[in-house]
């Protein structure tokens, strides 16, 4: 009976343990996210600049350049499955940040900073990313299509 005990006792608290765990883990994720920036592209503005809260991640609603491709618009990366990235799984979006590639086959342009910057990221802290991305909440927000690049002004 002892050893019963004992042993429920050491289930429960090695779960404790175990859940104990996991929000670390998301903070670390959410921490990462917060200072790579991908909620200050990735996200509308309100009037002052200000991101606008609960459009979080859901794309951004500034075009951004990328040379003779076109301007595009952060996509909604949150969990939505028909107008974010619900439908990536994790080693996806790891991929997309280090290679560029996404699922549909098609290399993101220099207007999202892979090239530049996420490459680099080792793979625990780019999965930490995905990860968080993941647990975001769905918000269901459609960004504009990409926009063809500017001309140049003709003399
Ligand atoms: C400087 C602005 C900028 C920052 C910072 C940025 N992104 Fe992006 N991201 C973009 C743009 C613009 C695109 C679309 C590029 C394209 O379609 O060629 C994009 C595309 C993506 C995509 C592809 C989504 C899809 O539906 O195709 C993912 C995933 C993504 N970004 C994740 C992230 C994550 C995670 C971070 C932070 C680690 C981040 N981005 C930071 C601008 C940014």
Redo the contacts with the bound molecule.
Sequence with gaps: MIAVRLALALCVSSSQAALAAAPDELQKSAY??KI???????SPRGKDGEIVENLRLSG?DR??P?GD?GR??????TTDIET??GA?SAD??VK??KSGL?P?G?????????RT??KD?DETDALA??TY?KSVAPVQHQVPA?LPPLKAPTP
């Excluded at 098609?106 to 892979?114: G, K, Q």
Aim: with cysteine.
């Design positions: 990462l996210v790579t920036g991908c909620a200050g592209c990735h951004g075009a951004l990328a491709l595009f618009y952060p996509p909604n990366i974010g990235i990536w996806d979006i997309a940040l996404t549909d098609r290399i993101l342009s220099s207007a999202m900073p892979w910057q996420y990221l990313i995905a991305l990409a």
